[in-house]
């Protein structure tokens, strides 16, 4: 009887411990989330002196124009800094906008809410978000509005303060759109604007972004960043197509 009174009196002992860590105030459950989701934060090093040269000026400057061919880390480097600056609690915000442009073929009608809509768009985008917050967390953000989906179209008027904003294949907008987009940039906001001129979905001489970003590169507070094949980190075979291509 006694041993079996001592048994009692440990697991009585453990359990009572585990209540008290459940309760007490160094343990939060969601803190421990918090802790798991840390493995997607990986720490992003540039792969050439372009990447670097984007990373310094995403960093540095309000306004950033990323301009290069595919394949260069242009939106990945930009939706990292995104992250990045939203952790560090600098942002409030992440803003993601891009021309629903289809790629040489209609989808035809898309069915859904507006982030339906936009999300066969958007996907690049996603996919680097998730590479870097985790699928789960990136639809939380988007449920309570810290990843704002806001097609080209419906930014008109609008003031973005305290916002990352990445503006993904630029080269899909005219020079009108891309004018009203760049005067939306509020206080404490960043804006990234990527594109590569050369491979544009619209009419010839429709694009803006050569035209803009040429004039914009003669002001000092304005960063462009222009990358080349010698920055491509995909595949090898997608540097050399482009050069012939």
């Known amino acids: 009887m006694a041993k079996k009174s001592k048994l009692a009196k440990y697991m009585q002992k453990k359990e009572k411990n585990k209540v008290q860590k459940l309760f007490s105030d160094s343990w939060d459950p ?29 960093k540095e400057y309000s306004l950033t124009m990323a ?113 009203m987009i760049l005067s939306r940039l509020g206080w404490h906001s960043t804006m990234v604007v990527t594109g590569d001129p050369d491979q544009s979905d619209l009419l010839d001489g429709v694009s803006g972004l050569a035209d803009i970003s040429d004039k914009l590169e003669k002001i000092p507070n304005i960063a462009v960043c222009r990358l080349t094949e010698t920055d491509i980190v995909r595949h090898p075979l997608v540097a050399e197509m482009l050069e012939i291509i």
Do not use: W
């Open 67 to 179: 301009i290069g061919p595919a394949g260069t880390g242009k939106t990945y480097l930009a939706i990292a800094a995104a992250v990045e600056a939203f952790e560090k609690g600098e942002v409030d915000r992440i803003i993601l906008s891009r021309p629903a442009i289809e790629a040489g073929e209609s989808i035809g009608y898309l069915p859904g809410a507006l982030e339906d809509k936009m999300a066969p768009y958007l996907r690049p985008l996603y996919d680097s978000l998730s590479d870097r917050l985790g699928l789960k967390r990136v639809k939380h953000m988007i449920e309570t509005g810290e990843i704002e989906i806001a097609p080209i179209g419906y930014m008109r008027g609008r003031t973005l303060n305290n916002s990352f904003v990445v503006i993904d294949e630029a080269q899909n907008c005219t020079y009108g759109q891309i004018k």
């Open 30 to 58: 969601l803190l421990e989330n918090e802790h798991r989701d840390k493995k997607y934060i990986k720490t992003i090093k540039p792969r050439s002196e372009g990447q670097k040269q984007l990373m310094d000026c995403i």
